[in-house]
């Protein structure tokens, strides 16, 4: 069974920086099937980057997917204060503990 | 718009019974795979069932095989979920998904809103 480990737990950081969420998985995964989501308090999540680092559908371009093996980045080139959320990242049947992002 | 609404969460005790439903509209529902995924109170997410589009193939989460299953009815354009046998770690809002293939992906883009099952005496 494939573990996914999200680090950092928590980032703090302000509007108009940049954001780098990692991902790690305990074993080789093909990207085909490795994903991004954003949650708000109270929401559903967000479909946002798949196979690693295609954008979904009216993401915008400011956030980026990359990575491949066992290690996997979603970076936000600079935050916009709607962007603070919980970021999970997901393998198959496997979804990651979640980095929170929030105001510093 | 693709809109997806479920329902049928609520309390039960623990041993006992519940059946989700989900309606979905805006897309071809017959064409794609459904996913089920559950999220505890202040916990992470966690993948649940899915189901082909022709209902004909179903994949369960070790957690729930053997207790839940998952059904559709492409006539009515709706998902379920007969959960039986219900534990207390069952407790969560638990979330109809599209899949974002006609094959199992297990990547959602679009989600309802949820509905909360809890699992209590």
């Known amino acids: 069974e494939i573990v996914l480990t999200q680090s950092p737990g928590t980032l703090s950081l302000s509007p108009g920086e940049r954001a780098t969420l990692s991902c790690r998985a305990s074993q080789s995964v093909g990207s085909t099937y490795l994903a991004w989501y954003q949650q708000k308090p109270g929401q559903a999540p967000r479909l946002l980057i798949y196979g690693a680092s295609t954008r979904a559908t009216g993401i915008p371009d400011r956030f980026s997917g990359s990575g491949s093996g066992t290690d996997f980045i979603l970076t936000i080139s600079r935050l916009e204060p709607e962007d603070f959320a919980v970021y999970y990242c997901?393998?198959?049947?496997?979804f990651g503990p979640g980095t929170k992002v929030d105001f510093k | 718009e693709v809109q997806l609404l479920e329902s049928g969460g609520g309390l039960e005790q623990p041993g006992g019974s519940l059946r989700l439903s989900c309606t979905a509209s805006?897309?071809?529902?017959?064409?794609?795979?459904m996913n089920w995924v559950r999220q505890a109170p202040g916990k992470g997410l966690e993948w649940v069932s899915a189901i082909s589009g022709s209902g004909d193939t179903s994949y369960y989460a070790a957690s729930v095989r053997g207790r839940f299953t998952v059904s559709r009815d492409n006539s009515k354009n709706s998902l379920y979920l007969q959960m039986n046998s219900l534990k207390p770690e069952d407790t969560a809002v638990y979330y109809c998904?599209?899949?974002?293939?006609?094959?199992?992906?297990?990547?959602?883009?679009?989600w309802g809103q949820g509905t909360l099952v809890t699992v209590s005496a």
């Open positions: 805006g897309f071809t529902f017959s064409s794609y795979v």
């Open positions: 997901q393998q198959q049947a496997t």
């Open positions: 998904a599209k899949d974002r293939e006609t094959w199992l992906t297990r990547n959602n883009d679009y």
